[in-house]
């Protein structure tokens, strides 16, 4: 067999493998692939999976790095994110989950992420953008207005807020998050 074909079944059988739970196998499987083929990050991500499935943080995060090194992917730059996230690391974190959207606006899991790390650090204001650009996108847009009305909440900013509460509730009148939101801003 050649090589890609190799890389192929192995990274197949990886992802089996860990979709079953069986990490022991499912490492060995993603090492064969990532031996077959070191210009694919998806071994990478895969071995990163594991270690974070057995709480191995540094080893998860060497490995997302090598992932990001071979191809510069939004899923890899959120998993050094989440890596720095749950060691404390929340500059780092928050610097990581930027450069994701930067790659792909609709990555939820770098958003979410992003938005909670702002709180941490401070920097509420600097996920505006992130959120306008998600809006953009289409993908789940109420949860993303709700989320950039409770950031304007916060940062002063009522009038807009309650323009994005009112989108929201004018299209689906039943989002509880919306209502308490809205509210909150009454009181």
């Given at each position: 067999?050649?090589n890609?074909?190799?890389y192929?079944?192995n990274?197949?059988?990886g992802e ?12 060995e ?5 990532a031996a077959?083929n ?13 270690a ?14 090598k ?5 510069e992917?939004?899923?890899?730059l959120?998993g050094i994110?989440?890596v720095?996230?749950?060691q404390?690391?929340h ?9 994701a959207?930067d ?10 992420c992003l938005?909670?790390?702002?709180y941490q ?9 992130y959120?306008?650009?998600a ?6 847009t109420?949860a993303?207005r ?8 916060y940062?002063?900013?009522g009038d807009?807020a ?5 989108s ?9 998050n919306?209502?308490?939101l809205?509210?909150t801003?009454?009181a």
């Amino acid at each position: 067999m050649d090589n890609q074909l190799d890389y192929e079944i192995n990274k197949e059988l990886g992802e089996c493998y860990l979709f079953m739970g069986d990490f022991d196998k499912a490492e060995e499987y993603y090492r064969k692939a990532a031996a077959n083929n070191s210009q694919s990050a998806a071994p990478y991500m895969g071995l990163a999976t594991v270690a974070v499935q057995r709480s191995e943080l540094d080893k998860a995060l060497v490995l997302y790095q090598k992932a990001a090194a071979v191809e510069e992917t939004d899923k890899a730059l959120c998993g050094i994110g989440l890596v720095y996230m749950e060691q404390g690391k929340h500059e780092d974190a928050f610097d990581y989950f930027a450069r994701a959207l930067d790659k792909t606006a609709e990555n939820m899991v770098a958003l979410n992420c992003l938005v909670r790390e702002s709180y941490q650090v401070g920097c509420v204001e600097k996920v505006l953008p992130y959120l306008t650009a998600a809006l953009e996108t289409g993908v789940e847009t109420e949860a993303v207005r709700v989320t950039l009305a409770g950031c304007l909440i916060y940062l002063g900013r009522g009038d807009e807020a309650r323009e994005h509460l009112e989108s929201v509730l004018g299209a689906n009148p039943a989002n509880s998050n919306a209502k308490e939101l809205f509210a909150t801003m009454a009181a």
